[in-house]
């Protein structure tokens, strides 16, 4: 191999921030073409060609030599951008709730002011009786934050359960 890529990915959707970096084995004359989403650069190099604020995307590479005019070394690189954070709130059932958790390697989640941490996919949490306020925040604050109030009373009902017509009622104890 007469070179090595290193493919850095966006730091966050939308940042602009990806890179192509280029390690060349012998120390020659080097020209790189970069040609992707938003047209063509060039960069000249010894040892080390870096292409940086990339936007995510499919790019192709083509490199030649100085005084080598039949010699030319062309890849694809892929400038990814992370997942955005994804929560699923389960619907509740004896004062617990699942949340089903994407796009992040770990998870902070407070609810009612008691904060835990996981990077598992699913996290049971406990609900009081009332209001429950529900926060996720991933690894890093741009892929987003989720929020969410669930009212847990258990002085409601509802019926006809199953459902047998085209109505549905709901009657509230306290309000």
């Known amino acids: 191999t007469?070179?090595?890529?290193?493919i850095t990915a966006e730091s966050c959707r939308?940042?602009?921030?990806g890179a192509i970096a280029i390690t060349a084995a012998q120390n020659y004359n080097y020209t790189a073409v970069l040609t992707g989403i938003s047209?063509?650069?060039t960069k000249t190099f010894t040892t080390n060609g870096l292409f940086d604020n990339l936007e995510a995307g499919n790019y192709s590479v083509c490199?030649?030599?100085?005084?080598?005019?039949?010699?030319?070394?062309?890849?694809?690189?892929v400038v990814t951008q992370p997942d955005e954070l994804s929560v699923y709130l389960g619907r509740p059932a004896n004062n617990t709730a699942r949340l089903e958790l994407s796009?992040?390697?770990?998870?902070?989640i407070t609810v009612n002011?008691?904060?835990?941490?996981?990077?598992?996919?699913?996290?049971?949490?406990?609900?009081?009786?009332?209001?429950?306020h529900i926060t996720v925040k991933g690894d890093?604050?741009?892929?987003?934050?989720?929020?969410?109030?669930?009212?847990?009373?258990?002085?409601?009902?509802?019926?006809?359960n199953p459902l047998t017509g085209?109505?549905?009622y709901i009657t509230i104890q306290n309000n």
Do not use: M, W
């Open 113 to 132: 002011n008691t904060v835990f941490t996981t990077n598992n996919g699913e996290y049971d949490v406990t609900l009081t009786n009332g209001n429950n």
């Open 103 to 108: 796009g992040s390697a770990y998870y902070t």
């Open 39 to 41: 047209g063509s650069s």
């Open 140 to 160: 890093l604050e741009c892929k987003g934050t989720f929020v969410q109030d669930v009212r847990l009373d258990n002085s409601f009902s509802i019926y006809p």
């Open 63 to 77: 490199i030649t030599v100085e005084g080598q005019p039949d010699y030319q070394y062309c890849f694809n690189a």
């Open 2 to 6: 007469h070179f090595q890529v290193t």
């Open 166 to 168: 085209n109505e549905l």
């Open 14 to 17: 939308a940042s602009n921030n």
